[in-house]
């Protein structure tokens, strides 16, 4: 069995947001591999389901942001699952909008969700990193990731990237994070450049 967790903040308020692109992620997961309703369980909205014969738990904590790892890891105790076991779908600002990267362990690099993840469960957790870009200036960040994407980004990378990792699914289940990439790259090649900064030049 595995955890599949999308990082986010509960409530329509939020739901457009760059920061919930991982409760995107998982939503269009459930949506294509026909998992059972979502319900409350472990301080998250869950759904359960089977992809290439591996058992499937989707997670998306309601405990804002900034407490996930408390929910994913109640669940990890639960069902007795290591690290290992736990993919984390969220947003990336260090990586171009549309660009995908798959990670295990490391720090937090600023992110408070995978902040509190690391303190809850460990860093050798998996890491569906989902670019959203920069906004240009650190103290910018904020707002920027607390801002919906843009009618523009949603066409042109947004829903690509979600179809792709739904697609790619059976590939992460079966434990193959580099296929898992590389597919979703394949099906959804990010943008050639930030618009953004071709704006800007």
Request: hydrophobic letters at 40%; charged letters at 25%.
């Amino acid at each position: 069995m595995q955890i599949w967790a999308g990082l986010g903040n509960p409530g329509p308020k939020y739901a457009g947001h760059r920061h919930n692109i991982g409760f995107m992620a998982v939503d269009a997961i459930a949506a294509r591999h026909g998992f059972g309703p979502w319900r409350a369980r472990f301080q998250a909205e869950s759904a359960e389901g089977v992809i290439d014969g591996e058992k499937i738990l989707l997670l998306k904590p309601q405990t804002y942001m900034n407490e996930s790892g408390r929910s994913i890891a109640e669940a990890m105790r639960f069902f007795k699952l290591a690290p290992e076991d736990i993919a984390v779908f969220y947003d990336e600002i260090d990586l171009a909008p549309g660009r995908f990267r798959m990670k295990t362990g490391g720090g937090a690099a600023g992110h408070n969700g995978i902040r509190s993840m690391i303190s809850h469960a460990g860093a050798d957790f998996r890491r569906a990193r989902m670019g959203v870009g920069h906004p240009g200036h650190k103290d910018m960040v904020h707002s920027y990731v607390l801002h919906d994407f843009g009618k523009a980004e949603q066409r042109d990378w947004l829903t690509p990237l979600l179809d792709a990792c739904a697609d790619a699914a059976p590939y992460l289940a079966s434990r193959d994070e580099e296929r898992f990439q590389t597919e979703v790259m394949r099906l959804a090649p990010a943008p050639k450049a930030d618009p953004r900064k071709a704006a800007d030049s």
